[in-house]
């Protein structure tokens, strides 16, 4: 500086700054678009919040500048870009928040990780459960998120929210928290639409990425629970008062995981009725070609509902996966059951071909609705609700006529559980030929 007025050193030599400033602004920049360059760099501002204080030199600076500038009767928006840094500040960390998020959403599902609380023994969870009872406390572990797996990259989303909720409730600045805050709301808003267009193809084709889809979304959900609350007393207000909340947007993920896992339990299932399809409605199963199609319809149902069972069994809940598991066989085994007893004529060796054919299939069942090897057996019958239904007819297909009128047993019987009276009859018809006896078994079935 040289007689109040500043100087730059150039290879050139000394000129005068002031006069520099003149001529750099008539130049550069027409009038007012000085300020919109101003706004739209963002290279000099603070990248955290606790550099916010070391930008008050700038500050300093710039007023002086500012003040040599007035002498010249040059008005610049400098000092006022610098006083606020805080909402540029504010401005860029968001701007760079959002496009953090998206570059996370964008990432492959298939990546991922085990989360949820880990299975306990089942001792102590009775011990747990008596003495929530004792103290008239809810049970532990009733809020918990089950074990499941979930995609490495929307862990990574998770945790950038609570980081910035985190730097939110730190020291920062009012308008820079409820700024910071809303980021993360938008974040989530954003996931909505972006995830199930950006990964549409996956989420329809790929069994495996739908349900790491529903996980996500629950995984996201359990979060937003307490995530708002977790901050609310060190944010500024509004925000502390009650604003400060993300449960309006749990029944929106919520949602986002059912439509997109239902979706792919009805490609499942179409795909599973379609192979049946194949079996030509179980008829005349005797003759080669029929029984090589009848074969191959079940032998392609087992192929798919064991690919689903190894690439959901570690990913789904286990809840979850055996409610999937058992749906999807349910529609199977009705779909069989409603073919094989529409049959108006099964003769003897069509019987002995469809009791061998589809006792394999019911054999497999247990083993495909169980979550994991090391989970617990699930009782079959509990889940899978038309499997009583298929092992009667099973029955039927491979007992004598005496033997049906007693499982029926006037009525009473496991086969008058799932079986009509006039079903029955028309299985014993279709089985049976036309004799005095078999007019007699019909008698007894009312």
């Known amino acids: 500086m040289h007689n109040g007025r500043f100087k730059i050193n150039t290879q050139s030599g000394l000129y005068d700054f002031t006069d520099f400033c003149v001529c750099a602004k008539a130049e550069c920049y027409p009038e007012g678009d ?39 009767e040059t008005a610049s928006p400098l000092l006022t870009y610098a006083r606020d840094v805080n909402v540029h500040f504010a401005n860029k960390k968001c ?24 299975k306990v023994d089942n001792k102590n969870v009775k011990d747990q459960t008596q003495d929530a009872k004792d103290k008239c406390h809810v049970s532990e572990g009733i809020c918990a998120l089950p074990e499941c797996a979930v995609s490495e990259s929307i ?16 020291n920062t600045p009012q308008c820079s928290a409820i700024q910071l805050f809303f980021t993360v709301r938008n974040m989530f808003e954003i996931f909505c639409d972006v995830v199930p267009t950006y990964h549409r193809d996956s989420l329809q084709k790929l069994p495996q990425v739908c349900a790491l889809h529903h996980n996500n979304c629950m995984y996201i959900a359990h979060h937003l629970l307490t995530l708002g609350h977790q901050y609310r007393q060190s944010l500024p207000p509004p925000l502390c008062d009650g604003t400060s909340t993300f449960v309006d947007l749990i029944p929106v993920f919520r949602k986002l995981a059912s439509e997109c896992f239902l979706a792919q339990m009805r490609i499942q299932r179409d795909q599973l009725v379609e192979n049946l399809s194949g079996a ?34 570690d990913i789904l809940p286990s809840n979850i996966f055996t409610k999937a598991m058992s749906t999807l066989i349910n529609t199977v085994l009705m779909h069989i059951v ?5 049959l108006e004529d099964i003769s003897a060796d069509d019987a002995q071909q469809l009791y061998s054919l589809l006792w394999g299939l019911q054999d497999r069942i247990p083993h495909l609705i169980k979550p994991g090897e090391d989970e617990e057996p699930v009782l079959v019958q509990s889940t899978v609700d038309q499997l009583m239904s298929f ?11 005496q033997d049906i009128v007693d499982r029926w047993a006037e009525g009473k019987g496991p086969l008058a559980m799932v079986f009509s009276a006039s079903d029955v009859k028309s299985l014993i018809r279709a ?10 078994a019909l008698a007894k079935i009312r």
């Open 34 to 72: 000085i300020s919109s360059q101003l706004n739209s760099s963002t290279s000099d501002l603070p990248d955290l919040t606790r550099q916010l204080n070391e930008y008050k030199a700038v500050i300093t600076a710039t007023e002086g500048f500012e003040a040599s500038l007035r002498k010249t």
């Open 95 to 118: 701007q760079e928040l959002i496009v953090e998020a998206r570059k996370l959403m964008k990432r492959e599902l298939h990546n991922t990780k085990r989360v949820g609380t880990m």
């Open 155 to 170: 862990e990574c989303l998770v945790n950038l929210a609570y980081q910035t909720l985190q730097e939110a409730a730190s």
């Open 338 to 342: 409603e073919k094989v007893s529409s």
């Open 280 to 313: 030509e409605g179980f008829d005349q199963v005797a003759t080669d070609d029929n029984f090589l199609a009848c074969e191959r319809a079940i032998k392609q149902v087992v192929h798919q509902l064991g690919h689903l069972q190894r690439v959901w069994t």
């Open 431 to 440: 089985i049976f030929q036309n004799t005095d006896r078999r007019a007699t």
């Open 391 to 401: 092992s009667e007819m099973l029955f039927m297909l491979d007992a004598s006529m």
